[in-house]
């Protein structure tokens, strides 16, 4: 199975940018592609970004095209979303996510971290 541990949440300025990690372990090989989900109090979870693995294809949410980015570094298995120009409509828990493979859906989850964006 695939471990995922999310770090680097925290509280910041609206305007402000923060950086959050995903590192995944365990068994990473079959990975295909790993994604940013978000759950705010009360609201249903939704997608943020994603990028896969091996092409380093990316693909965002309209609602952060712009303002996030994507990354990964393969042979550290960790997945980086930059965020820049936050809101406080982006406060929520976000969590990373992986997919082993295309077509399976998002099937390994990390415990998710708390990004809180003030006015």
């Known amino acids: 199975q695939v471990q995922l541990v999310e770090s680097g949440g925290g509280l910041v300025q609206a305007g402000g940018s923060l950086r959050v990690s995903c590192g995944a372990s365990?068994?990473?090989?079959?990975?295909?592609?790993t994604g940013w989900f978000r759950q705010a109090p009360g609201k249903d979870r939704e997608f943020v970004a994603q990028i896969t693995w091996s092409t380093y294809k990316t693909y965002y949410d309209d609602s952060v095209k712009g303002r996030f980015t994507i990354s990964s570094d393969n042979a550290k298995n960790t997945v980086y979303l930059q965020m820049n120009g936050l809101k406080p409509e982006d406060t929520a828990v976000y969590y990373c996510?992986?997919?082993?493979?295309?077509?399976?859906?998002?099937?390994?989850w990390g415990q998710g971290t708390q990004i809180t964006v003030s006015s």
């Open positions: 365990g068994r990473t090989a079959s990975l295909y592609a």
């Open positions: 996510a992986a997919a082993s493979r295309a077509g399976s859906g998002y099937d390994n």
